[in-house]
């Protein structure tokens, strides 16, 4: 069966900087385009990042554009999400999730637990 | 950037049929998916392709698609449909972006 285990999750100081890990199992990962998506405390979901299943195209929210950065290790069946000048409003739950069968329309079959990101000093 | 708007509250009765809109400019021109969202858990995809339903998911529930509005239908609803629903579109008309509805949520009566 398909699991996605975040880690990486913390708090962190305005401005600082964060790695969060997804460990994929149960499907082929290097055949499906990974994505991150977001939850502030008691606010609706907001989508931050998706990465092609070679790694070859990424596209990002506005929100984060600049300052997060999405990869992939296809050897370690690991999606990961790099995070610098972190701000207040970056902090929620951060779910990493896997592209639907249907790449073009892209939607999200599985996802993880999440993992929570604190912004405060 | 494209807008996607659900009412943030519906109510219904057990046994009843919920109807959940999600707004958007000529969404039937898209592919609209549907998740459900219990507290203190992770999303789980019900409807994806504006109707089709994945594995596991009960027939009650099920979606359209055309002109401004997508439509998520609950029939003979359950306590356990209980939940928060998301609407999501991914926008490739001119950045290529996911966008999320506001999200609805569900109460059963």
């Known amino acids: 069966q398909v699991q996605l285990v975040e880690s990486g999750g913390g708090v962190v100081q305005p401005g600082g900087s964060l790695r969060l890990s997804c460990a994929a199992s149960g499907f082929t990962f290097s055949s499906y385009g990974m994505h991150w998506v977001r939850q502030a405390p008691g606010k609706g979901l907001e989508w931050v990042a998706f990465i092609r299943y070679d790694g070859s195209n990424k596209y990002y929210a506005d929100s984060v554009k600049g300052r997060f950065t999405i990869s992939r290790d296809n050897s370690k069946n690991t999606l990961y999400l790099q995070m610098n000048s972190l701000r207040a409003e970056d902090t929620a739950v951060y779910y990493c999730?896997?592209?639907?069968?249907?790449?073009?329309?892209?939607?999200?079959?599985?996802w993880g637990q999440g993992t929570l990101v604190t912004v405060s000093s | 950037s494209y807008v996607l708007t659900q009412p943030p509250s519906v109510s219904v009765a057990p046994g009843k049929t919920a109807r959940i809109t999600c707004g958007g400019n000529?969404?039937?021109?898209?592919?609209v998916h549907w998740y459900q969202q219990k507290p203190g858990q992770a999303p789980v995809l019900v409807i994806y392709?504006?109707?089709d339903r994945p594995s596991g998911i009960p027939e009650r529930f099920s979606g359209s698609n055309s002109g401004n509005t997508a439509t998520l239908t609950i029939s003979r609803v359950e306590a356990g449909d209980e939940a928060d629903y998301y609407c999501q579109v991914w926008d490739s008309s001119s950045d290529h972006r996911g966008v999320f509805g506001t999200g609805t949520k569900v109460t059963v009566l």
């Open positions: 000529n969404i039937g021109s898209k592919s």
């Open positions: 999730a896997k592209e639907g069968i249907y790449p073009m329309v892209k939607y999200f079959d599985y």
């Open positions: 392709y504006d109707s």
